[in-house]
């Protein structure tokens, strides 16, 4: 048809009359009209919510989902937190129980598996982040051009509960080991992490001053370490910089010309003679040494504690003049150290330094040639160690601790996207931009300053779950909708007996007042718990109190003087307000306890409760590993302190493994009674 | 216009070669050196992992010949299902015949089956299946408080940090791998169990009560745990159909 025709068939049949034009003009308005509704009737959150009737309606409990189901656009609100959430208008089944068998239900539908949480009250988008207002599959779940944050992988999805839970959770291992991390590799000395309290991260991984590192160990051991520290150790938490040979030699030539002495620390090595390398094996081993130290054995695993340094080279690494002085006492060469000051005997002292001085890699060095430091060198080597902000994490004489060294961190999880530059290949997402990052630094340029971590797998998903928390809404949240973080405690003992705790680093192992390390028993409430003269004879010569224990408490030769010290201090200070230590002193529990409640206690320790199962008693006859043993209980705890804790345990040691078991009080009462009577030997009282 | 067109076309093509190729065979870029018959697990299977996690432990696989023997060289490959990722997905075996492979979970809790790949001189296909388990919150969370309250006695292993009390009982406690007896106990008998010790359901005295030192919760997540590692399996009673 012609133009002139389809005029001509226009000005017949439509605009013939008024009547025509007003009859077309509304069919058109109709259709127009129309289209809003049309393209809602198909839109896909239609479509699966009539998918979700069908599904449900093949069901033997279609009745009951049909009830609960409601039509429509289904929206979560969350006004503080700012979130609007209607992932639920098709995820229309998130929390029907029935629903959760993965077998069975197809998605969207499926129930949402059980967590802390009611998923009705908050939504998907809070923990799963993408976007929640959306109704199309497409926007909530990806990256659009009008919202950078998709679905988080799974893999990093304990970083929203690090959002709110400033503290650590129980159902959140990866993120509580990522926060670990951060301070445990030291990230933080570079990059500042501010919380919303106002704090800061703070690193636990102490690293040594390198003011006095001539003392310790040679130029050509600071060269290959800094060349490649795990080569050195493998469990080392120092990156490995990838310095060039004459970087490495440079650094090296100004941190030993840096270097300023330490008085007393190379005093000549006294005792050279011989020793027995099997002595000196035995009292590493019954200093308990590998509780805080790490050697790698033959089959290549790395063994022992991870407080202190790795000692698997250690000979190859330090001077034996240092050592010897190190092991007399620490605290000349650093007086923060963890270590405690063991009170070696010279005999002792010599044994250990030739003992460790043996532990060599004569691979480590033999290629490391290095003739003497030139001034331009040394000039170099300052310059490249403020360059690469080796001061950030070590002290160095001459060159101040930067701040800001590295870019902050604190809203790292919000950062967006336009200011990241993505490598080429590199998906264009937060989460995996701040893995590669971790993985492998130098990736992103030559010119980058960031050094390559030795990382697992684990480690990095890990740091990645606890720097995507810091989102802007981990930042703005209000206090008030927070769970936060214990505060740190910086408990400090007062007087000489402080004076000593801090000497024999006793916060390493034991904390006090919520303040020190967990490898060793809490000691808060020492002074009700335990009876003085057992006391006193352990710490003149500790003994394990756990069968299957294989660490101890180390024997610190201490002077009688320092014994009452401590006895006093922990007796005097560390009592619990909860009950008087003495109540139950004299009375029924002093001397000859009824005999009869005795027999009843015993009973119920052996039938009732089976007490044996975890506990020892009877050496011949139990066998219970899982608790300490009570053969000496009676002369090492109070009765008042077994009473309370028989009542509940949990009340006198937050999460002990003994489980509450509602005890009545005469129950209690019978079975302290049998308890008591347990006194053991005089002689295994101090030592067992 | 004709070098617009043809610019077009190219990027075109590259875009169809491209999505072609998607999965590179990686066979391609690996050329076995060796051939064996048999792949057999080294370690690193029946490992339990948070869902979407790196695995704690590497799956290390070897190759054997007819002798068992471990050949070097041999291209070994990984599969698994949806949402599984393996850090190489294939390569060869070193030295020692062995290949170790990082394995990520998918984002689904329970069983997840890999299979590893290889093939003899005649490329036959060999194949081995190795489990692991997937765990979701719940299971995660039952996992921690079985490590801290119940693997100790309930745990038959020993670790260097963590000696069993499993040897020293009278009575001994089922370990949780085993399915054929607590796949029998329901739910609730298993939440009166832990709650109330074992005496609650005529059992040994020497499983103490947990009610009054662990929540509901707990309880609820730790048998979560106990249901997703059962071996075989734990299968929840479905629906009955009630005829109409």
């Known amino acids: 048809m012609s133009a002139q025709g389809i005029k001509r068939w226009l000005r017949r049949n439509v605009l013939a009359s008024p009547v025509h034009r007003f009859g077309w003009a509304s069919l058109l308005l109709l259709i127009a009209l129309a289209v809003a509704p049309t393209k809602d009737f198909f839109n896909e959150w239609r479509h699966y919510q009539r998918k979700y009737r069908k599904f449900i309606s093949t069901r033997p409990d279609s009745a009951a989902l049909q009830h609960h189901f409601t039509g429509g656009i289904q929206q979560v609100w969350l006004p503080e937190l700012g979130v609007v959430d209607r992932c639920t208008t098709c995820h229309v089944a998130v929390t029907e129980k029935n629903l959760q068998n993965a077998a069975y239900v197809p998605e969207p539908f499926r129930a949402h598996p059980p967590v802390g949480h009611n998923v009705k009250d908050w939504g998907c988008a809070i923990c799963h982040r993408g976007q929640g207002p959306a109704t199309e599959v497409a926007e909530a779940h990806s990256t659009t051009h009008a919202w950078e944050e998709p679905i988080l992988p799974a893999r990093y999805l304990e970083s929203s509960c690090g959002q709110c839970h400033r503290d650590s959770l129980t159902g959140t291992p990866q993120l509580n080991l990522g926060r670990n991390l951060l301070g445990r590799y030291g990230c933080v000395h570079c990059h500042s992490i501010k919380l919303a309290d106002g704090s800061a991260v703070q690193p636990t991984d102490d690293p040594p001053s390198l003011a006095h590192i001539a003392d310790k160990t040679t130029r050509e051991w600071i060269y290959a370490w800094l060349k490649d520290p795990q080569s050195y150790a493998v469990s080392a938490t120092m990156p490995n910089y990838k310095l060039t040979d004459e970087d490495a030699r440079d650094i090296s030539a100004f941190l030993m010309a840096n270097s300023t002495p330490v008085e007393g620390d190379t005093a000549p090595i006294s005792g050279g003679k011989a020793v027995d390398p099997a002595a000196g094996a035995s009292l590493y081993g019954l200093s308990f040494c590998a509780s805080c130290h790490a050697v790698q054995n033959a089959a290549g695993n790395v063994v022992g504690g991870d407080v202190g340094p790795e000692l698997t080279k250690i000979g190859s690494k330090v001077k034996p003049e240092w050592l010897q002085v190190w092991l007399r006492n620490p605290r000349i060469y650093a007086p923060e150290t963890a270590m405690p000051h063991y009170r070696f005997t010279e005999p002792q002292v010599s044994l250990l330094t030739a003992y460790l001085g043996n532990k060599t890699d004569t691979d480590l060095l033999a290629n490391v040639h290095l003739d003497a430091a030139t001034p331009e060198q040394i000039a170099h080597g300052k310059r490249l160690a403020t360059e690469y902000g080796c001061a950030a994490c070590h002290e160095i004489n001459g060159i101040k601790k930067p701040d800001n060294f590295a870019p902050e961190l604190t809203r790292i999880g919000s950062k967006p996207l336009v200011q990241i530059s993505f490598l080429p290949g590199m998906k264009h997402s937060t989460p995996d931009y701040i893995a590669t990052k971790i993985r492998q630094p130098r990736a992103f340029g030559s010119g980058t300053k960031m050094p390559q971590y030795s990382l697992a797998p684990a480690q990095i998903d890990a740091l990645t779950t606890a720097l995507l928390a810091l989102t802007d809404r981990a930042h703005d949240l209000p206090f008030a909708l927070t769970v936060p973080a214990k505060a740190p405690s910086n408990y400090q003992p007062a007087g000489k007996a402080g004076k000593l705790m801090a000497d024999l680093a006793c916060f390493s192992c034991h904390a006090i007042n919520g303040r020190g390390g967990d490898m060793a028993p809490d000691l808060t409430w020492e002074g009700s718990s335990v009876q003085r003269p057992w006391l006193q004879a352990f710490l003149k010569n500790p003994g394990t109190l756990r069968p299957a224990l294989i660490r101890r408490m180390p024997q610190f030769n201490l002077s009688e003087s320092d014994i009452n010290e401590l006895t006093d201090y922990i007796m005097t200070v560390y009592q619990t307000p909860a009950f008087d230590r003495d109540a139950f002193a004299g009375g029924s529990f002093a001397g000859g306890a009824m005999p009869a409640e005795v027999e009843q206690g015993r009973q119920l320790f052996y039938s009732k409760y089976g007490c044996q199962g975890c506990h020892i008693v009877d050496t011949k006859a139990d066998k219970g590993y899982v608790g300490p043993t009570l053969t000496q209980v009676g002369s090492r705890l109070t009765a008042a302190w077994i009473y309370h804790w028989l009542k509940n345990p949990q009340s006198l040691q937050p999460g002990t493994l003994e489980p509450n078991r509602n005890m009545s009080d005469e129950d209690a009462h019978a079975l302290t009674a049998f308890l008591m009577t347990q006194k053991g030997s005089g002689k295994q009282g101090a030592k067992k | ?244």
């Open chain 2, 1 to 244: 216009m004709t070098r617009y067109w043809r610019t077009l076309l190219a990027a075109g093509l590259a875009l169809a070669t491209a999505g072609c190729t998607r999965k590179p065979a990686p066979a391609a870029a690996l050329k076995p050196t060796g051939f064996g018959a048999a792949l057999v697990e080294s370690s690193g299977g029946k490992q339990a992992g948070a869902i979407g996690t790196a695995l704690a432990q590497p799956v290390i696989v070897q190759v054997n010949d007819e002798q068992g023997t471990a050949v070097a060289g041999a291209l070994v490959s990984f599969t698994g299902p949806v949402g599984v990722g393996f850090d190489p997905a294939s390569g060869l075996t070193d030295s020692s015949g062995q290949l170790s492979t990082n394995v990520a979970l998918g984002s689904m809790s329970g069983r997840y089956q890999l299979i590893a790949h290889t093939a003899t001189k005649a490329q036959k296909p060999v194949e081995l299946k190795i489990e692991e388990i997937a765990l979701g919150y719940q299971e995660q969370l039952g996992f921690q408080l079985n490590n801290k309250y119940c693997a100790s006695c309930h745990d038959p292993e020993s670790t260097p940090e963590r000696v069993s009390n499993y040897d020293n009982l009278e009575v001994k406690p089922h370990p949780f791998t085993e399915g054929d007896t607590l796949n029998k106990i329901s739910d609730d008998d298993l939440t009166a169990i832990i709650g109330h010790g074992g005496p609650a359901l005529n059992r040994s005295a020497l499983m103490p009560p947990y009610g009054y030192t662990l929540s509901k919760a707990e309880i609820e997540a730790l048998i979560s745990y106990i249901r997703v590692v059962s071996d075989p399996p734990y299968r929840p009673a479905g629906l009955v159909y009630a005829r109409k």
